[in-house]
């Protein structure tokens, strides 16, 4: 594609919130509340085969009125997930979350998860190089 000027790998966040299957909702909610993250990544051993989000849990839960402490990981969480290869560069990463409406692409090294990457983290990106573009344009303006 081109765009490996800024690989995946450089800027997603190796440090995964993950949980199993199994996993009490309540304490997925608990991890998110206290690790500051909007999802949780589910695994089977190192492979992804999930994701429950914030927004699972409030459309799954509050919406729906089902007692939280009765579910499972497995009963919220969306099993389509869609990931991203760690080589894989910035452009593909952002076509891929425009092209099925997500915020956040799991990052995997072969089948293996070895980080996340969250649409604000490319926003956040995008303006630390729009900055650096205006810093390069003020530094070489003439007076007038």
Not at 1 to 11: F, H, Q, V, Y
Not at 49 to 62: C, E, F, P, S, Y
Not at 96 to 104: C, D, K, L, Q, W
Not at 137 to 142: F, H, K, T
């Amino acid at each position: 594609m081109g765009d490996t000027i800024m690989p995946i790998d450089d800027l997603a966040r190796s440090e995964i919130v993950t949980a199993t299957a199994e996993t009490a909702v309540p304490e997925i909610a608990s991890a998110m509340e206290s690790e500051d993250v909007g999802s949780v990544v589910i695994t089977d051993g190192d492979e992804p085969v999930g994701i429950v989000t914030d927004r699972d849990l409030a459309l799954q839960i509050v919406a729906e009125g089902t007692d939280p402490a009765s579910l499972t990981a497995d009963d919220v969480m969306t099993t389509d997930i869609v990931t991203i290869d760690s080589n894989a560069g910035f452009y593909e990463a952002a076509d891929r979350m425009a092209e099925n409406g997500i915020r956040r692409l799991p990052v995997l090294a072969g089948d293996s998860l070895v980080g996340i990457i969250t649409a604000d983290d490319l926003t956040e990106l995008l303006a630390d190089e729009q900055q650096h573009m205006a810093d390069i344009i003020r530094a070489q303006r003439p007076e007038y």
